[in-house]
Every structure is written in C-alpha cells, then in structure tokens.
T-cell receptor
Framework: DTAVSQTPKYLVTQMGNDKSIKCEQN?????MYWYKQDSKKFLKIMFS???????INETVPNRFSPKSPDKAHLNLHINSLELGDSAVYFC?????????????FGSGTRLTVV | GDSVTQMEGPVTLSEEAFLTINCTYTATGYPSLFWYVQYPGEGLQLLLK?????DKGSNKGFEATYRKETTSFHLEKGSVQVSDSAVYFC???????????FGTGTRLQVFP
C-alpha cells in the first residue's frame, strides 16, 4: 500500500495549457504539502494544508491553486503553464504540527512544459 | 530566516570508503534536524533525524549528531556501498511548525 501517492508520474504539456496533479495519503496525517524541486534538485515549499485549511502559502504565482477536498487529498492545479514551471512536484504529509516528526513524500510528478 | 547549508557535490567514493557529508544550519531556537535520501527517479525518504542537542540519529549504517555549539549535523557512514549512490538532503524544522527547510542536496556516487 502506497502511503503518499501522486498522479500522474509524468506530465508533458504545451505552454498555456491548464493541468492538475493529484495527491492522496492513507497515513491518517492531518497536514499535506506541495514542494517544487528544480533542475538543480533544490526543494522549496509551495503550500501546506491542515485538515483542508490552507496554512502555508509561499511566494507562488497565483496560477498555482491548491485544493483539498478532505484531509487525505491535496491537489495542485496550474493555469496557463509556462516553461519555467517545468520541475518535479512532490506531495508530502505529516502529523499536525509534526514537521519535526519528518514528512512522508510521494514519488513525484515530473512536469515538462514545451 | 532559517536556512541549511550543505557541501556541494558530487561526492565520489570507492566502495567501502568512509563518507562524510557536511551540513550546517541557521535557526532561531532549537530546530529538529533531518537527513533525507533521494534515489534516482524516486521521492525523498527520511533517513534519520535528531530532535535535540547531542542526539545521534542513525539508520542503515548512517549516523549524524546534533551539534548545537557548531550548528552542524554532518552525515557519516563507515563503509559505503554502490547502493548508497543517491542525493542526500539535510533539513530542519522549527518547533511546532509545519515547514521543512532543505539544503541544496549533495549527490553521492559510489563506484565498485
């Protein structure tokens, strides 16, 4: 059983399109995250939700919109895709206020914008 | 703000060599410290952690000690294997926060 699962694993799309990435966790965690990993492997937090409530919203273009229908799901919708959005996007989860327990990561979605 | 600095890679070693990957941090208060490992094409996996000064985290032969006086959390392994080839990330989180802050990652390549 995969603890944090993301779909799709690969996404190739043209500039200007709108796309979504889905994430689900079966760990019973309260908090979920989206991280972006660039081509140099640098990881930066984008968003964090706790039990459907947005709690972290870093400086991210408003073309990116997270949605959490329930505490086990956190999706990422991206409008008007740009070349610079090409990256690997990781979903993760942790217990509430439990970053010090460590996160559980999904296997990532490689987005390529052409 | 809080930050993590790791040594630049790649680190290239022969099998059974000793490994050290340096990590230092800047943080207010007393953060928890982590090492994550990312194998090719996969997500990050928690390797080990330490939550207070002088704690030693260990797993799979890897160790790191939380050194408050030098604000460091260096990763060590006595004898690396080819299967240890991966990217290693040092990270910290403040108390009662929801955010992990990562270093830039260090690629380790181990050759037979």
């Amino acid at each position: 059983d995969t603890a944090v699962s993301q779909t799709p694993k690969y996404l190739v799309t043209q500039m200007g399109n709108d796309k979504s990435i889905k994430c689900e966790q079966n760990l019973g965690h309260d908090t979920m995250y989206w991280y972006k990993q660039d081509s140099k492997k640098f990881l930066k937090i984008m968003f964090s939700y706790n039990n459907k409530e947005l709690i972290i919203n870093e400086t991210v273009p408003n073309r990116f919109s997270p949605k959490s229908p329930d505490k086990a799901h956190l999706n990422l919708h991206i409008n008007s895709l740009e070349l610079g959005d090409s990256a690997v996007y990781f979903c993760a989860s942790s217990p509430w206020r439990g970053a010090d327990y460590g996160y559980t990561f999904g296997s990532g979605t490689r987005l390529t914008v052409v | 703000g809080d930050s993590v600095t790791q040594m630049e890679g790649p680190v290239t070693l022969s099998e059974e060599a000793f490994l050290t990957i340096n990590c230092t941090y800047t943080a207010t208060g007393y953060p928890s410290l982590f090492w994550y490992v990312q194998y090719p094409g996969e997500g990050l996996q928690l390797l080990l952690k330490a939550t207070k000064a002088d704690d030693k985290g260990s797993n799979k032969g890897f160790e790191a000690t939380y050194r408050k006086e030098t604000t460091s959390f260096h990763l060590e392994k006595g004898s690396v294997q080819v299967s240890d080839s991966a990217v290693y990330f040092c990270a910290l989180s403040g108390r009662n926060t929801d955010k992990l802050i990562f270093g830039t990652g260090t690629r380790l390549q181990v050759f037979p």
